[in-house]
Structure formats: C-alpha cells, structure tokens
C-alpha cells in the first residue's frame, strides 16, 4: 500500500518567526537568561616587508615567541614536543613572572594559519581562541598578518580586555614581527 504524503504540521511556520531588529537570527529573542555569553573580539594586522612563506615558516614554530614578542621574558614547548604539533602547550612567562600557558589546536601550512586555545593567563578572560594568519599581498610580495581572538569576559571587563589583547599583544607582537623582518 503506497504511502499517502502528509500535510505539513501547523506548529512549523511557513515564514519564519519575527525577530527583534539588529539581533541576529540565530539567537533568541527572549529574556538575556537564553543568551550565550558574549564573545569579544580582538583584532590586529600588518604587512610584514617579507615574503608570506618566509614570514609563516617562522611564525608556524608555536614555541618561539619569546624570540619576538616584546615582554615576554621565556617561552618553551611544556612537555619538550615539537612545537608545531597540534596539542602540544606553550609556557610562556611575562612581565612580573606571569605564567601563560596556551595549546595550540590546529596549523595548517597550505592557509598559513594556527590556532590556539588559552588555557591559563592571568587577564579575566574565558574561553579564548587565537588565530595566526599570513597570507600573501600579491601586489608587492609582502605578507599580510592578522592575529585575532574571541573570548568571553565579565561585561566590566570585556572592553578592557579586547584593547589589552588588541593594542597590547597582538598590536604590538606584529609590530615587532614588521622590524624583525625589515
């Protein structure tokens, strides 16, 4: 016996349910209590005078910031690990003796890109990833580098923050990337 195709049911809507104007679609309208944490962004970029394949073949060894980021006093692969193994920790000490410890969770060589997850830092936020990105400016040869994260913070604490990642890391790390590479 052939199946007789079913009506649609009355509880789905035809079109689809009205929205509060500037929420995006994917998240409630209802009472903030529904509403997933923030998530902050910090963003930063520069052109780096180098090649994007001479910039990324030293940007993608996760254990050498200390060689170029200003403040930061150490860094080493936790566990002795090669440092573009995706898991291992980098322990990174700061200003003051600050511990950052920070597990890169993928690198991919044919984007030019890493991402890592922070696992301990002494700054009040959650929840952060961070992505390296070098890309070529075909025009001039150079690279291009963004270095961005999304983070959740206490709102008190979330501008704060997302200038401090911004300005005060990654700002400055590329900075410093542009003279090393100059």
Request: proline letters at 12%.
């Amino acid at each position: 016996m052939p199946e007789t195709p079913t009506a649609p049911s009355p509880r789905t809507p035809a079109t689809p349910s009205p929205r509060t104007p500037g929420t995006p679609p994917d998240r409630p309208t209802a009472g903030p209590s529904l509403l997933p944490p923030v998530q902050a962004p910090a963003y930063a970029s520069a052109v780096l005078p180098a090649s994007a394949d001479r910039v990324w073949a030293y940007l993608r060894d996760f254990g050498n910031l200390a060689e170029w980021m200003p403040g930061v006093d150490t860094g080493v692969i936790e566990d002795g690990g090669p440092s573009d193994r995706v898991g291992c920790v980098r322990r990174i000490i700061g200003p003051g003796d600050t511990v950052f410890r920070e597990r890169l969770i993928s690198l991919d060589d044919e984007t030019r890109t890493y991402r890592y997850e922070v696992l301990e830092c002494p700054l009040p936020v959650r929840r952060c990833r961070a992505t390296l990105r070098v890309v070529p400016v075909t025009v001039t040869g150079e690279a291009f580098v963004e270095w961005s994260a999304e983070f959740s913070a206490n709102a008190d604490d979330e501008e704060a923050m997302a200038k401090t990642l911004t300005i005060g890391i990654y700002a400055t790390g590329l900075a410093a990337l542009a003279t090393r590479f100059s």
